[in-house]
């Protein structure tokens, strides 16, 4: 009985060391290649739902963009460790004339998912500035090569919603009032370590937000990871 108490005493303080409730819908988004077992680890805190990187600007190799050659076996590895609510996640390429169009680019991610037989659940277009590639150098053209990605997804027909902040938004199109689509879902950035919408602010034409990620760049269960909340 004593080992038995101290057994659950120990997974009660693990559940909260990872910013668990048992009420709330939560979830990880990751880039790198993870494995089985640590996103069943993952999954036995309570997380169900994972996002996954399946696209990058890769400006380095390839200056047009790429699939994210992690993104099938991450897949793999989050349906092995028991995840049924998969999302993806496109990190594109822009603010370069070397970049490929945003109808080329979401060609390639539809392509690759349907060659692998995946199973997702939407799309989302990260829209956050890289510092080291200068990837939305001015405000004009990021509204149009927004509204370019808009026209692509909508054209797909796949679910899709944006992630960004109040910050990033306001810094990559000029202002938190330009809407490009408030219709779609919205992934906001907020690292208070909250499982609540309490800290957003409407930006984009957003009243409410779809998910928070609450924490960014954690290391737990042998792997880095950010936090999501579902409301």
């Not at 990751?30 to 077992?37: D, E, N, Q, R, V």
């Not at 036995?44 to 380095?60: P, T």
């Not at 509204?143 to 810094?171: H, I």
Request: proline share 3%; glycine share 8%.
């Amino acid at each position: 009985m004593k080992n038995f108490l101290f057994l659950a005493i120990l997974a009660w303080v693990s559940v909260l060391f990872h910013g668990q409730q048992a009420y709330a819908a939560t979830g990880v988004d990751f880039s790198a290649l993870t494995s089985t077992s640590s996103l069943s680890c993952v999954k036995n805190y309570g997380y169900d739902h994972a996002v996954i990187r399946c696209y990058i600007e890769a400006w380095g190799q390839n200056p047009g963009g790429k699939v994210d050659s992690n993104c099938y076996q991450n897949y793999l590895n989050a349906k092995a460790a028991g995840f049924t609510s998969i999302d993806i996640y496109w990190f594109p390429c822009t603010g370069r004339s070397t970049c490929k169009s945003p109808a080329t680019q979401l060609n390639e991610i539809v392509s690759y998912v349907g060659a692998n037989k995946m199973i997702v659940g939407r799309l989302w277009l990260d829209v956050e500035i890289d510092p080291s590639a200068n990837n939305w150098p001015s405000t004009t053209s990021a509204r149009t090569t927004l509204q370019q990605f808009k026209t692509a997804l909508d054209n797909s027909g796949w679910k899709w919603g944006v992630y960004s902040s109040k910050y990033q938004w306001e810094t990559i199109t000029g202002s938190t009032t330009w809407v490009l689509d408030s219709s779609v879902p919205l992934w906001y950035a907020g690292w208070d370590f909250a499982l609540n919408f309490n800290n957003f602010s409407p930006f984009g034409g957003w009243s409410k937000p779809t998910v928070k990620q609450y924490a960014g760049d954690q290391s737990f269960c042998s792997a880095g990871f950010d936090k999501n909340y579902y409301g």
